[in-house]
Nanobody, 121 residues
Framework: QVRLVESGGGLVQPGGSLTLSCAAS????????MGWYRQAPGKERELVAT???????EYADLAKGRFTVSGDNAKNMAYLQMNSLKPEDTAVYYC???????????????WGQGTQVTVSS
């Protein structure tokens, strides 16, 4: 079982920056990838960015050029640096981890409880 705790959300003015953090803990064999998704009111959850344990990253178009995902394998942490924030970035941001519980088990997705990001003047 993997427990995820996100932090770093809050209220920021348009054009501002925020950094989200996600800490993974619990009993698992290995983390395959960590990432960030977001869900705005009335909308479906959407991919923001992911990073594999090997350092490969993937960004949704909404994040390219403004957001940077990074990770610390030793600490089981993931980060999302968000710059040039816009009101449309307002959403609950969720940390996602894909991990193996044991060497023989399949890859299971785990979700954090989410952190609110509000971009408003």
């Amino acid at each position: 079982q993997v427990r995820l705790v996100e932090s770093g959300g809050g209220l920021v003015q348009p054009g501002g920056s925020l950094t989200l953090s996600c800490a993974a803990s619990g009993s698992f064999f290995s983390i395959i990838a960590m990432g960030w998704y977001r869900q705005a009111p009335g909308k479906e959850r959407e991919l923001v960015a992911t990073i594999t344990s090997g350092g490969s990253t993937e960004y949704a178009d909404l994040a390219k050029g403004r957001f940077t995902v990074s990770g610390d394998n030793a600490k089981n942490m993931a980060y999302l640096q968000m710059n040039s924030l816009k009101p449309e970035d307002t959403a609950v941001y969720y940390c996602n981890v894909r991990a193996r519980a044991t060497f023989f088990s399949g890859i299971i997705p785990y979700w954090g409880q989410g952190t609110q990001v509000t971009v408003s003047s």
